[in-house]
Structure formats: structure tokens, C-alpha cells
């Protein structure tokens, strides 16, 4: 139990020491930009990878949930004069409603139905979007004001970069306390078997319910506060596309792993950045660097090379191993 | 000995200097290049714009190039692919600005993806020409942006110029769902007021419809409609038409400079016959008279560009060739790249003949063009004729 918690705390530590050098070697704004694209991607992906990954529910839509956070941000700040953070709240508290609403059904259904209910689901999402331009501006999108908290405004590139830097922190601790909660150990049964956990008293229906609302929540939260950030809005943020690139972050950095969801994320917002320099290729390459990574590393990044990691490990002398563990302060398990 | 130690250190020396002195001297400000940043939406669902843009700018960069430069420097592109998504262009707008350190952004294929790019121009202060086609951009005047395309109300307004032309003014509207047709129904309904025109039906369709005929058979039966003006993209107008000759609607049919091409004519077939529509002079551009001013730039644009890409000309690809010599103009007439200067020179541009029309910039228009940038064309015989 107790080097369960130690692990835990470890990976949180050096998400933070991550966090707090990277502003080392961002020199410009540019590069502080793509970090906090990286932070928002990551927040939807560990809340995604908690529905995928650890509950083994799809959803093709969230991407929709996304949309609905960033618009109520923009609607509720924009048209009716609300603080940021009462509009975020709402946001968050309407998508959840709504999560929970039709993820009552759509729960029922399982596999490819439960991925076409969900896609369906981001669909309508988006068309209301689009259509209702009186209130969204259509599809050439809208103008979303500044943030601020109890007055204080976050500006420029380095007040958001420590924003959101600290709020992928709390999203992680809060995620692993879940997944180590019994409500993720249901999680997880009801993953490896429905049956089988139902037969073991876990509320199977419930269960999915309740990670199909927290996740579509996170997803709001982090479209209403990429809303604020970027200024500008458009449908595309709620649409079918972004759904799948979502869904592939999580699935590239690992599934049913909190910190393969932040690599996924970071991997896949930073590569096409990276691969500009190829122009006419950038897709090409691209498409093999994930077709390569699934077909080498079939668990994901994370994952699959944690397992590797696991495998030299067993190759290498056992006092080395002992040394090597001792610095970074972690004990095999039992 | 000491003698002969000396010069071979000497020698060396100035072997050594002669090796570094590229080093020191190449950045000298004359011979940087000055660097026309760019994000366009070459791939994704907006690549028809994207692509011409991203061409034009290749091609023409080096046309400049080859004639000598501006200022006596080079012009650099350095562009990305947004896909037509407007969170990547504020990322590579940001990257533009910061990293690339860029002299004049020319870029934005559609109205998103610039009005995510536009508060970066701003708070930079960088000059910023769009190619994309919304009021938005330009309306409130921001300083640093300006735009080189027509704007959709300019072509309700030039057909309501026609319609009262042959004075008819009970108008029936019949739109699609996409942004294009969404923001051109707007403005319609916007402008039509001033122009004294009824719109008495309003009607819409979905994207991927196939048949019209019901919205077409509502407007048909609304009492007193004189003309139809279907603002649209993509195979939609197409429809529109074939169904609107197959109700037997007798009544003017108008389309938008959204189907200015000549896929259009091909798509519709002989239904197209008397469609009229305001496009860019582009279009027509072989048959202009010779005393139109624009011909000149039109046919020699239309020329190089299906010379060397061997499809047909757009007027999306126009509207960055307009971006790109209206950038070269100010930084001429500035006679630095200074961004302040520049600007300047940009909103005081006046006469400049580009393929969308004359540019006559002032500090309350951004956009410069005046309805003389569209012209009314009318289908004769499979082909576009411009209406006297």
C-alpha cells in the first residue's frame, strides 16, 4: 500500500519539476504558447483516458463537450456580462448536466454502438454550434474576452503558463486519488469484465455514469479556460476532427495511464510544431511516426516502454538495480 | 627564424580573418532577406482557398527575387499550414511573430483563423494583411489589419444595384448552412434596407441536400417575388439552379461571387443559362475591353499562374497576390521595413490596381475597395458575360 502512494507522489513530483524548469528554456512567446496548448490537451486527455482508459467506455464526441465549455465561456461572458469564473463554473456544470442526461442511455449501449451514440452525440454538438449564429457567430466563430480571477487578469503567455501549469497538477492528483479510490478499482473490474464486476456488487451503470460526467466536465472546464486563452473561438474546436485527435492522443501516450495521457498529448501538440520544417511531408511523416508507435509500442508510449523499462531492468545485475532504485527512490514491486 | 615564425603566424592570421570575415560581415542589414510571414489553410476543408494563396506568394516571391528585390534585399516566405483551423493559426501567428521574427504577416484564408491571428498583430504591433473575406476584419478599423479581399456585402449590393437597375425589388433568399453562405445572408438581409429591396422569402438548406425544389416551390409560391438571390457555396447553387429551371420559375436568378467559377456552369449545365452574379473581373479577364484599367494586371496574372500550375486561376489566389504587392508597395514607399512605416504607407495607399479592383486605403477603411471591384456577369451560351 504504502509504495503505491510513494509512486504516486513521485510521478507528481516530477510532473511539477517538469513544470516549474521548462520556463528555463522557453525563450519566447512562442514557446510558452505551445506549452499551455500542451497543459489544455492534457487536462481533456486524462479525463478522456479515465472514460477510455480505465473505465473501457469510448467517446467520440468529447470534443463537443470541449466546444460547449468554450462557448458557454465566451456566451455567458461576452453576451451577458458574467465573471470568467462563474461562466467557467456554469459551463462546467451545464456540459455535466447534460453528460449526464444522455449519458444515461448512451451508456447502455457498448462498443461500436456506444462510440456512434457518442460521435452522434459531438455531432449535434456541433451543428447546434454552428447554426444558433445569433448566439455563437456561426461558423466564422467569436470573440471571447481576457480571464481573470477575483480581478486579477492573466495576461500574457507566463501568467497562463503557471495557470494552467498548476491546475495539470491538481488534475493529476485528483485523477490518480480516483484511480486509486474503490471507485476506480470498480473502474477497473468493470473494465477487465461487466459481468463480472456486477457480479462482485459494483453498480455497473452508475459507475459509468458518473466517469462519463466527470470526464465530459473536464473537458468543459479546459474548453472554457482555451477559449479565454486563444480569444477567438470557432466550431472546428467542437467537431468531429478534434474528437479523433483527442481519442489518438490518448490512445499514442497510453491507455489506462494518467501520465501516458499528458506524453500523448505533449507528443502529438508538439510534433506537427516540429514538423513544419518538412512542409509538403509534414502528413506523411506524421502518419508513420503514429503508425510506427502503434505498431512497435502497442500499449502506448507510456506504458509500453514502462514495460520495457521493467524488461532491462531484469537484464541488468541486481546491485545495479538496487543503487538505481535507491536514487530515484522507488522499491520494486511486490 | 623569428622572422620566418612571425610571417607564418602572420599568414595564418590572415587566413584566419579571411575564413571569419563572412562571419562579420554577411549580417549587415543590407543583405538580410525581408521575411513575409504567411499562415494559410493549404490543407483541410479550406485548402481551395489555401492552396491557390500559398502558390501565388511562391510564385511571385520569387518574380520579385528575380527582379532585384525590395530595398535592395531578398524576400523570404516563411509559411505554415493552419488547416483551416483557428487555434493553429494563433499558434503560428505567435510563431510568426516570436520566433520567426517576420516583417509583415500576409495570411489568413478565412475569417477564423484571421480573427484568432488578429489580436497578436495588434499587441505586436505588426502589419497584417488578411485574405480573408467577413466585415469583421476590417469593421471596427483596427490598426495594424488590413484586408485585400471583397466583402460579401459588397456583392449583395451589387446585385441590388442590378436589381434596381431593372427595377425589381421583392427579393426571395434561399441559402445554405455553411459560413460563407450564413455571413452573405446576413449581410443581405443588413444592406437590403438601404437599397429599398422586400425580402420576402427566406429560405434555407442543409449542407449535403441534394433537392431544393420544396424551399424553391415556397418561394415560388410567395405572393409578388420578382428575383431570387441564392447566396451560396460549393454544389448547392448548383442544385439550386437545376431545380429552379425545373419548377419553371420564370423570375431573375441571382448567384453569389461564391460560385464564380467556371465548375458552376459545369455542375448546373444549361440551367445556368441567364444566371447573373457578381464576381471579381478575374473571371472575365481576356474579355475585358482594352480600356479597362485592370486588364492589364488581371490577364498578366491569370497568365503566369495557369502557365505554371496549369489549372485554372481563382480570385482566392489573386487576393494574395494582391496582399503580397500592396505589402511590397508600402515597404517601398516607406523605404524601410520598419513596421510603424509601413503601416503607414499601407493606409495611405491610393490607386493601387490590384486583381480585386483599385485599392484606396484610408485610416477609417482597411479594405480600400468600392463596388466597382465586382462586376455582374451573366451565363450566355456556357460561358460568363459581363452584363453592360
Not at chain 1, 79 to 93: E, R
Not at chain 1, 193 to 199: H, I, K, M, P
Not at chain 2, 49 to 54: A, K, Q, R, S, V
Not at chain 2, 261 to 271: M, N, Q, R, V, W
Request: glycine content about 10%; charged content about 15%.
Amino acid at each position: 500500500m504504502s509504495h503505491y502512494r510513494s509512486s504516486r507522489h513521485h510521478g507528481l513530483i516530477a510532473l511539477a519539476a517538469i513544470i516549474a524548469l521548462l520556463p528555463l528554456v522557453l525563450s519566447n512567446k512562442y514557446f510558452y504558447d505551445v506549452a499551455i496548448l500542451i497543459g489544455f490537451n492534457a487536462i481533456v486527455c486524462i479525463g478522456l483516458n479515465l472514460l477510455i482508459g480505465y473505465a473501457g467506455q469510448i467517446s467520440l464526441g468529447h470534443a463537443g463537450f470541449f466546444g460547449l465549455g468554450a462557448y458557454a465561456s465566451a456566451i455567458l461572458t461576452g453576451n451577458y456580462g458574467w465573471p470568467p469564473v462563474i461562466a467557467a463554473l456554469a459551463g462546467m456544470a451545464g456540459v455535466g448536466s447534460l453528460a449526464f442526461l444522455a449519458g444515461r442511455p448512451i451508456l447502455k449501449l457498448k462498443g461500436h454502438y456506444l462510440a456512434m451514440a457518442t460521435l452522434g452525440l459531438g455531432i449535434i454538438i456541433s451543428l447546434v454550434i454552428v447554426n444558433q449564429d445569433r448566439l455563437t457567430g456561426g461558423p466564422d466563430g467569436i470573440t471571447v474576452g481576457p480571464f481573470s480571477v477575483l480581478g486579477f487578469a492573466l495576461e500574457n503567455e507566463r501568467a497562463w503558463y503557471w495557470f494552467i501549469g498548476g491546475l495539470l497538477l491538481l488534475t493529476v492528483w485528483l485523477s490518480q486519488n480516483l484511480i486509486d479510490s474503490p471507485m476506480g478499482r470498480a473502474l477497473r473490474a468493470l473494465h477487465s469484465s461487466e459481468v463480472g464486476a456486477q457480479a462482485a456488487g459494483i453498480n455497473a451503470a452508475a459507475h459509468k455514469l458518473q466517469i462519463f460526467v466527470l470526464s465530459a466536465t473536464f473537458a468543459a472546464g479546459a474548453g472554457s479556460l482555451a477559449a479565454h486563452y486563444s480569444g477567438f473561438i470557432t466550431p472546428a474546436k467542437a467537431g468531429f476532427i478534434h474528437s479523433v485527435e483527442l481519442v489518438t492522443m490518448v490512445v499514442l501516450g497510453g491507455m489506462a495511464s494518467i501520465y501516458g495521457a499528458v506524453v500523448g498529448a505533449a507528443v502529438l501538440t508538439l510534433l506537427p510544431q516540429i514538423l513544419t520544417v518538412l512542409k509538403d511531408y509534414e502528413m506523411v511523416v506524421l502518419g508513420a511516426v503514429m503508425m510506427a508507435t502503434m505498431i512497435f509500442l502497442p500499449r502506448g508510449l507510456v506504458p509500453s516502454l514502462a514495460a520495457l523499462c521493467e524488461r532491462w531492468r531484469d537484464l541488468l545485475p541486481p546491485s545495479l538495480v538496487l543503487r538505481l532504485e535507491a536514487l530515484i527512490g522507488r522499491g520494486r514491486k511486490p | 627564424m623569428s622572422q620566418t615564425l612571425s610571417t607564418r603566424s602572420l599568414r595564418w592570421c590572415l587566413a584566419g580573418l579571411a575564413l571569419a570575415a563572412p562571419w562579420f560581415s554577411a549580417p549587415t542589414l543590407a543583405q538580410e532577406p525581408i521575411k513575409i510571414g504567411s499562415f494559410l489553410s493549404v490543407t483541410g476543408p479550406a485548402s481551395f482557398l489555401g492552396d491557390p494563396e500559398l502558390k501565388t506568394l511562391e510564385m511571385y516571391i520569387e518574380r520579385v527575387n528575380a527582379a532585384g528585390g525590395v530595398l535592395g534585399r531578398k524576400l523570404q516566405l516563411v509559411s505554415y499550414d493552419d488547416a483551416g483551423d483557428a487555434e493553429k493559426a494563433r499558434t503560428f501567428a505567435t510563431r510568426l511573430i516570436e520566433q520567426d521574427k517576420v516583417d509583415v504577416i500576409v495570411g489568413g484564408s478565412t475569417t477564423g483563423s484571421t480573427m484568432a491571428a488578429v489580436p497578436l498583430a495588434e499587441k505586436a504591433a505588426i502589419p497584417f494583411i488578411s485574405l480573408a473575406g467577413a466585415v469583421v476584419i476590417i469593421e471596427p478599423v483596427k490598426k495594424w489589419v488590413f484586408k485585400t479581399p471583397h466583402t460579401d456585402r459588397m456583392a449583395c449590393e451589387k446585385v441590388f444595384v442590378d436589381l434596381q437597375a431593372r427595377k425589381l425589388s421583392k427579393l426571395g433568399l434561399i441559402s445554405g448552412s455553411g459560413g460563407f453562405d450564413k455571413s452573405m445572408r446576413a449581410e443581405c438581409l443588413k444592406v437590403a434596407p438601404k437599397y429599398q429591396i422586400d425580402i420576402v422569402a427566406d429560405e434555407t438548406y442543409g449542407a449535403g441536400d441534394t433537392d431544393m425544389s420544396a424551399q424553391l416551390t415556397k418561394i415560388k409560391n410567395t405572393a409578388g417575388v420578382q428575383a431570387v438571390l441564392n447566396p451560396g457555396f460549393g454544389q448547392g447553387p448548383a442544385i439550386v439552379t437545376k431545380n429552379f429551371k425545373q419548377l419553371g420559375i420564370t423570375v431573375p436568378l441571382y448567384q453569389s461571387h461564391g460560385v464564380a467559377s467556371k465548375e458552376f456552369i459545369k455542375l448546373a449545365g444549361d440551367a445556368a443559362e441567364g444566371v447573373r452574379l457578381p464576381a471579381s473581373a478575374l473571371l472575365v479577364a481576356e474579355a475585358l475591353p482594352e480600356s479597362d484599367a485592370q486588364k492589364k494586371v488581371l490577364v498578366s496574372y491569370k497568365q503566369s499562374y495557369e502557365g505554371k500550375f496549369k489549372s485554372d486561376v481563382s480570385t482566392f489566389g489573386g487576393h494574395a497576390y494582391d496582399g503580397l504587392m500592396l505589402a511590397v508597395e508600402a515597404m517601398k514607399k516607406a523605404g524601410s521595413t520598419d513596421k510603424a512605416k509601413v503601416r503607414d504607407a499601407l493606409e495611405a495607399t491610393k490607386g493601387y490596381m490590384g486583381t480585386a479592383g483599385v485599392v484606396n486605403m484610408s485610416a477609417n477603411d482597411h479594405m480600400g475597395l468600392d463596388l466597382t471591384a465586382f462586376r455582374m456577369l451573366e451565363v450566355k451560351g456556357g460561358n460568363w458575360v459581363l452584363v453592360k
